[in-house]
T-cell receptor, first 114, second 115 residues
Framework: DSGVTQTPKHLITATGQRVTLRCSPR?????VYWYQQSLDQGLQFLIQ???????AKGNILERFSAQQFPDLHSELNLSSLELGDSALYFC?????????????FGPGTRLTVL | AQTVTQSQPEMSVQEAETVTLSCTYD???????LFWYKQPPSRQMILVIR??????QNATENRFSVNFQKAAKSFSLKISDSQLGDAAMYFC????????????FGGGTRLMVKP
């Protein structure tokens, strides 16, 4: 158990819908990262937050957005869902954004878009 | 942009034997970190080992060790005394110490362990 929690574990929805994925980082970790793992794209970085502020953006679609709240939990919002958005979405956390800090991954949320 | 390449989609090893997984990366930076993550069927991402680019000594963690060749931009993982529980997907990952600190992953190598 990494200490990072993600809810829900599984999500099944239809095209065009909107969903919210939730992540709680390890106690004391201020930085949160979101990654997407799909068959087509492999594992890729989406977005990073540090202490409530967006820190870095990767290959995140405009239909996707995220935020980190004052209690440090983070949410990833996916809208106008398409079949290709079906993937495993991971949240990871680290104490700070420093490269020396290990990123610990949550168990992931499996999103299926029908 | 940095890229990470794992040229072996699948590998197999006999239980108790040794196997080496390959990884190459491309970067123009000098300050970075390299990682191997294990993803078992549960899909959890588990850190296996990390290497700081400024360290010449290869990292080791019990049965896991790396061969880090900075000039060649190569970072292979050696698993000794392979166990059935080592069967998983293994991902090589790169992380800059300068920009963003996100992980850039390779495509993964599926390791099968034969009893």
């Amino acid at each position: 158990d990494s200490g990072v929690t993600q809810t829900p574990k599984h999500l099944i929805t239809a095209t065009g819908q909107r969903v919210t994925l939730r992540c709680s980082p390890r106690s004391g970790d201020l930085s949160v990262y979101w990654y997407q793992q799909s068959l087509d794209q492999g594992l890729q970085f989406l977005i990073q937050y540090y202490n409530g502020e967006e820190r870095a953006k990767g290959n995140i679609l405009e239909r996707f957005s995220a935020q980190q709240f004052p209690d440090l939990h983070s949410e990833l919002n996916l809208s106008s869902l398409e079949l290709g958005d079906s993937a495993l979405y991971f949240c990871a956390s680290s104490e700070t954004p420093r490269g020396t800090d290990t990123q610990y991954f949550g168990p992931g949320t499996r999103l299926t878009v029908l | 942009a940095q890229t990470v390449t794992q040229s072996q989609p699948e590998m197999s090893v006999q239980e108790a034997e040794t196997v080496t997984l390959s990884c190459t990366y491309d970067t123009s930076e000098s300050d970075y970190y390299l990682f191997w993550y294990k993803q078992p069927p549960s899909r959890q991402m588990i850190l296996v080992i990390r290497q700081e680019a400024y360290k010449q000594q290869n990292a080791t963690e019990n049965r896991f060790s790396v061969n880090f060749q900075k000039a060649a931009k190569s970072f292979s993982l050696k698993i000794s005394d392979s166990q059935l529980g080592d069967a998983a997907m293994y991902f090589c990952a790169y992380r800059s110490n300068n920009a963003g600190n996100m992980l850039t992953f390779g495509g993964g190598t599926r390791l099968m362990v034969k009893p």
